[in-house]
């Protein structure tokens, strides 16, 4: 599969997605021109420290998963290199709060396993890590994003959501960008390449490594099984500022059984098979 940017000179040319310099001049990868939003995200070294002085690691473990969830805010510091993974940790042991930063560390290694991976061989970033769990093949999936999904006009409409809160502030809360890679990878069929790269160019925390893993992790590529939602899920989570009713929400306001029955029909197929 090829991604192609346009130069300066204004030739259309392959991009060659794999090395150190991969992420060079992502921004230009841009699949459709959209408006400039000044994001509400404050840089800065003094924001950066702010950020680290006011981690509530209790409310961070009950209220993570929210979409409005007490997050820490920190990634866009560490990937700009305003902060550094071994400052963090050198805070939390400065207050002898390890066992209280449990979950936060937890997930702050993710980003720290993701980094490693890539250095080790950068050459795998955007190749599958493995096969497709879904009962499909690589070659089933489109290499092409759709236009309603760029343009934030697809039938579900806390997608659309996600997908405008992602234009117009650089940022996702991690529950929301699993969402919408599951939408875009099964429900539209699309290659996580392709939502994986559309992704990295909006965020402002877009860190190449645990972008692409967390991609590879929802497709099934990177895990053992595909991961999605539904609509109830997304009610669980979300607060009042989503359109979370279920009449703007018809394609994933179904049980799990029937969004598995639908998305993967090969697998239950192949189950039901062996059951008889």
């Not at 066992?99 to 290694?109: N, V």
């Not at 490693?116 to 497709?132: F, N, R, T």
């Not at 405008?164 to 539209?188: F, V």
Request: glycine share 4%; proline share 4%.
């Amino acid at each position: 599969m090829l991604f192609y940017e346009t130069l300066l000179n204004g030739k259309f040319v392959p991009v060659t997605l794999e090395g150190k310099n991969s992420r060079e001049r992502f921004t230009d990868w841009m699949l459709l021109e959209k408006p400039f939003f000044s994001s509400p995200i404050e840089g800065g070294l003094k924001h950066a420290q702010k950020k680290l002085h006011n981690l509530d690691f209790d409310d961070y473990h009950k209220t993570r998963n929210d979409l409005d969830g007490a997050v820490s805010g920190l990634s866009p510091y560490i990937e700009h290199g305003l902060i550094q993974a071994d400052e963090i940790l050198k805070f939390i042991d400065s207050n002898n709060a390890r066992i209280e930063a449990y979950h936060f560390l937890q997930q702050l290694s993710w980003r720290v396993f993701f980094e490693q991976k890539y250095v080790e061989d950068p050459s795998l970033i955007w190749k599958d890590a493995g096969l497709y769990k879904t009962g499909f093949t690589s070659d089933d999936y489109a290499e092409i994003l759709p236009n309603d999904i760029i343009k934030a006009q697809t039938p579900v409409a806390v997608i659309n959501q996600f997908i405008e809160e992602l234009y117009q502030t650089g940022y996702l809360h991690n529950h929301a960008r699993l969402y919408l890679a599951a939408y875009i990878i099964h429900w539209r069929k699309v290659k996580w390449q392709v939502g994986a790269k559309w992704m990295l160019s909006h965020l402002l925390d877009g860190n190449l490594a645990s972008n692409n893993y967390s991609w590879q992790w929802v497709a099934s590529t990177g895990s053992n099984k595909p991961y999605i939602f539904n609509l109830d899920n997304v009610i669980q989570f979300a607060n009042q500022k989503y359109k979370t009713q279920r009449t703007l929400n018809i394609d994933i306001d179904k049980p799990y059984e029937v969004l598995k029955t639908q998305l993967f029909p090969n697998i239950m197929e192949s189950h039901n098979e062996k059951e008889h």
